[in-house]
């Protein structure tokens, strides 16, 4: 059953993806595009933003309070959950993606619902590989490893010259600011940026576009209601790559 929220759901299984990611499995589906995110709230700690990696799920890095809270959560137990949130990801033809780390997460539906043709999947080590074998199935994977113990030995921006970048009508990225921010030079040179779809990922209070807490410079761009999903030229001579606001409204290098 598909439900509108806010709501409060029940933790059904966790699954435990790599040794710092885990999967949160609830009790009610949400109707989402893919890409699209949802305010979770860990009673008695925090509210944040969350992206959905399937109609029932959140993919989560323990890497703050919330998510700490969260990781000490078990089966049964209960959270919050309001949304869905933001434009997610609109994409016709063919699809290339660049996912690092957790950022496999919110990039993962568009795999699960056939829009993918190829994959550059990186992480930190063969361990932190994020759904490497899902994704394997569905589309072709190319992976890449800082330390070089599964694949390419090094970043996986690498990998974007072993394919045809004209080849694609869209290029959908996520994962650390500074990873996306280099795909974004490598598009740019290609002269393809309009093409990339970057998600980004900035404090947020409301979730809603009402408290600007979230808003880049230099257009006042708010992540949660006009992305989080942005055109790679919309991002070009932004804040992106460079810094990013932090509860106070103060800027902090990325």
């Known amino acids: 059953m598909h439900e509108q929220m806010p709501a409060a759901v029940t933790i059904t299984k966790i699954v435990e993806e790599t040794p710092s990611i885990r999967t949160f499995v609830f009790d009610r589906e ?39 809270a969260l990781f000490a959560m078990h089966e049964g137990d209960r959270i919050g959950i309001r949304g869905p949130y933001g434009n997610g990801f609109a994409v016709s033809g063919r699809t290339l993606v660049v996912g690092g780390g957790v950022g496999a997460s919110p990039l993962l539906p568009l795999v699960t619902t056939g829009q993918v043709d190829t994959f550059l999947l990186g992480a930190r080590t063969a361990s932190e590989l994020l ?23 090094g970043f996986v921006t690498e990998l974007m010259s072993r394919v045809d970048l004209a080849d694609f009508d869209h290029i959908c990225v996520c994962g650390p600011e500074i990873m996306m921010a280099a795909v974004l030079a490598v598009l740019d040179r290609e002269g393809c940026a309009g093409r990339g779809l970057f998600s980004l990922h900035r404090y947020m209070k409301c979730g809603v576009g009402l408290c600007g ?23 070009i001579d932004s804040e992106f790559g460079r810094y990013a606001r932090d509860a106070s409204g103060s800027r902090h290098r990325i």
């Open 30 to 68: 949400i109707a989402a595009r893919p890409g699209q995110f949802v305010m979770v709230w860990v009673p008695g700690v925090d509210e944040v933003p969350m992206a959905l990696s399937s109609p029932s799920s959140i993919t989560v890095q323990k890497v703050g309070d919330a998510t700490a």
């Open 131 to 153: 759904f490497a074998e899902r994704i394997r199935d569905a589309a072709t994977l190319m992976v890449a490893t800082d330390d070089g113990t599964a694949g390419h030995h």
């Open 213 to 235: 807490s979230c808003c880049t410079d230099p257009h006042g761009l708010r992540v949660c209601r006009d992305g989080p999903v942005f055109s790679g030229d919309v991002l």
